[in-house]
Nanobody
Framework: QVQLVESGGGLVQAGGSLRLSCTAS????????LSWWRQAPGKERELVAA????????KYADSVKGRFTIARDNTKDTVYLQMNNLKPEDTAVYYC?????????????????WGQGTQVTVAS
């Protein structure tokens, strides 16, 4: 059974950095788009960033543009989210997802596989 496992979350001060990783086990996603989503308490899940299956195309939420970078390593079945200049409003549970679409979709329904999530807390 395919599983996505996130790691790298934690507590960081505002202005700090974290790098999240998501590795697939039990399967490979070379032809899938990969993405990161987040959900803060009392809010809906939202797209943070997505990358197409070639790694050349990506999209970001406006709130993270210029601060976050998504990258994938198909040789390791891993997608990363480098988060710099973190803000308290970035506090959320972060999820990775994989879906059988070439382009970096911002539609949650395009993603078939989801991780369990990793908590990111940014202290002011």
């Amino acid at each position: 059974q395919v599983q996505l496992v996130e790691s790298g979350g934690g507590l960081v001060q505002a202005g700090g950095s974290l790098r999240l990783s998501c590795t697939a086990s039990g399967g490979h996603f070379p032809s899938h788009a990969l993405s990161w989503w987040r959900q803060a308490p009392g809010k809906e899940r939202e797209l943070v960033a997505a990358v197409g299956w070639t790694g050349d195309m990506s999209k970001y939420a406006d709130s993270v543009k210029g601060r976050f970078t998504i990258a994938r390593d198909n040789t390791k079945d891993t997608v990363y989210l480098q988060m710099n200049n973190l803000k308290p409003e970035d506090t959320a549970v972060y999820y990775c997802a994989a879906g059988p679409t070439q382009d970096p979709s911002g539609y949650a329904g395009h993603y078939s596989y989801w991780g369990q999530g990793t908590q990111v807390t940014v202290a002011s």
